[in-house]
T-cell receptor, first 117, second 115 residues
């Protein structure tokens, strides 16, 4: 049981390049999330997926797109990277609540450290 | 809109002493409250949560947190700090009443336990 896995761990991009961050969970969770972590700003939600086949914008979606490929996988794409997207990116999934509504704690991946020059 | 405040950027405590990391929140309805810990170059790990019931919640690694509705606080505590507790701690809130199950995180408090 690997939990939440993310690839790659590190990436350096030039401005304008594109890339996809991959995330997978093996806990059969319905809800998955992408956050970015910046010093002094905590975690900010980029996009989330409440269930397979649905995605919604979070606080800071501009410059990003997501795909919920299946129940396990949730990818984040940067179409044209900008220096402002230099950050650490975390994927998370939510444990189901007793009622199954997905209001439980989140499980996080190890993160992807992205630098855009 | 929901929000979380962690008023201290850093907390220093001597090993063996009790520690407190502060958190206050604001939500429109009843809150779900969480504490997470982040070790260097790692993802966040869940420590404990308050949903309903007893105001004192016990979690992993000997941590506990006290929910105070009148003060809208959810402070993290431990009776005796260990050097290995040194890490970044995040408080988070989820509004039970919201249809969008969004979690708002605080900016984090760095805990330094001094040997």
């Amino acid at each position: 049981n690997a939990g939440v896995t993310q690839t790659p761990k590190f990436q350096v991009l030039k401005t304008g390049q594109s890339m996809t961050l991959q995330c997978a969970q093996d806990m059969n969770h319905n809800s998955m999330y992408w956050y970015r972590q910046d010093p002094g700003m905590g975690l900010r939600l980029i996009y989330y997926s409440a269930s397979e086949g649905t995605t919604d914008k979070g606080e800071v979606p501009n410059g990003y797109n997501v795909s919920r490929l299946n129940k396990r996988e949730f990818s984040l794409r940067l179409e044209s990277a900008a220096p402002s997207q230099t950050s650490v990116y975390f994927c998370a999934s939510t444990a189901p609540w007793a009622s199954g509504s997905g209001l439980g704690e989140q499980y996080f991946g190890p993160g992807t450290r992205l630098t855009v020059t | 809109a929901q929000s979380v405040a962690q008023p201290e950027d850093q907390v220093n405590v001597a090993e063996g002493n009790p520690l407190t990391v502060k958190c206050t929140y604001s939500v429109s309805g009843n809150p779900y409250l969480f504490w997470y810990v982040q070790y260097p170059n790692r993802g966040l790990q869940f420590l404990l949560k308050y949903i309903t019931g007893d105001n004192l919640v016990k979690g992993s690694y000997g941590f506990e947190a006290e929910f105070n509705k009148s003060q809208t606080s959810f402070h993290l505590k431990k009776p005796s700090a260990l050097v290995s507790d040194s890490a970044l701690y995040f408080c988070a809130v989820r509004d039970i009443g919201g249809g969008y199950q969004k979690v708002t995180f605080g900016i984090g408090t760095k805990l330094q336990v001094i040997p």
